[in-house]
């Protein structure tokens, strides 16, 4: 055995993983404002339920580059 250390490649992340991170959280206020998604929608009428906690939800249309 010669000791070397073999290297294993890193598989690039796909299309919709670098697009993931890029995205901004948004919270109930903005998607009540923007109205243009069916996530935003679906998030507003979930928050509009009393006593409803949210964390925000993943803003399409803040989608940024990619890495490349």
């Given amino acids: 055995m010669s000791g070397k250390k073999v290297k294993k490649k890193s598989t690039p992340p796909s299309s919709m993983d670098k697009n993931k991170f890029n995205m901004k959280i948004v919270t109930s206020d903005v998607c009540s404002r923007c109205r ?24 399409i249309l803040t989608k940024g580059k990619a890495y490349v």
Wanted: charge should be positive; hydrophobic fraction near 25%.
């Fill in 36 to 59: 243009k998604c069916e996530r935003g929608l679906r998030y507003l009428e979930k928050m509009s339920q009393p006593g409803a906690v949210g964390k925000g939800v993943p803003c």
